[in-house]
């Protein structure tokens, strides 16, 4: 049997009526986007694009990309009612090239999440002051706010060293800047997240720990820096 005559009827039943209306980019200087429509027996190959996308090439060449799973995408052939099954809805028009950029950094940034879960799930609740400020303000934060692998070890104008690490989204704790600084020494705070990880803990505060430097710049460093804004 043909190949392709072998996949027109595992998925569509013999179903040599079925057409599928998907968009394609429209003609320039006349649409943004044009329905085009073919018979499901045009299709040559389905594949997989990540998790939540599919890839259509049909005879001739032309390839088409559906927000829908390859698993949602054989179901909707199989059990199409009418004599066109409409995918206009979840027809991507992205670059093939962009979207694969997009689809590589969701997956990078899935993984991560995957194997940051236990850190996400911890709540912070710390002072935390911006770069070149001094003025703390306490915020209350989970690990998913922050970027973990920005973490890292500066000096302190008060002395010793702190911690800096970025926010994803600073605004929201009413921040300028993606990067804040507390006054706790990394090795601390990661020994604080390792301990409430192994115990279940996941309430973490480190209010008092990120303020025992207070705001005042050691005299030895005033003349250095400059007064104490």
Do not use: Y
């Amino acid at each position: 049997m043909d190949p392709k005559s072998k996949l027109f009827k595992t998925f569509h039943f013999d179903r040599g009526d079925l057409w599928i209306d998907v968009l394609v980019p429209g003609q320039e200087g006349l649409s943004a986007s044009d329905t085009f429509s073919f018979p499901v027996r045009t299709i040559t190959e389905m594949q997989s694009l990540g998790e939540k996308n599919s890839l259509l090439k049909l005879d001739g060449g032309r390839e088409i990309v559906l927000n829908l799973s390859h698993a949602d995408l054989r179901k909707k052939l199989r059990e199409a009612e009418d004599a066109v099954l409409d995918l206009t809805a979840v027809t991507n028009l992205t670059p093939r090239k962009n979207l694969a950029a997009k689809l590589k950094q969701e997956f990078e940034e899935a993984a991560e999440r995957e194997r940051n879960k236990s850190f996400n799930a911890l709540t912070f609740r710390l002072s935390v002051r911006t770069s070149q400020k001094t003025d703390f303000r306490e915020v209350t934060f989970t690990g998913a706010d922050i970027v973990r692998s920005s973490l890292a070890s500066g000096g302190s104008i008060m002395g010793g060293t702190n911690t800096k690490f970025n926010f994803r989204d600073p605004a929201k704790f009413g921040l300028r800047s993606e990067e804040a600084i507390t006054e706790v020494e990394l090795e601390e705070f990661n020994a604080r997240v390792k301990q409430a990880i192994a115990t279940g803990v996941t309430d973490i505060d480190m209010r008092e720990l990120s303020m025992r430097k207070g705001t005042e710049i050691p005299p030895e460093k005033r003349k250095a820096n400059g007064p104490n804004p």
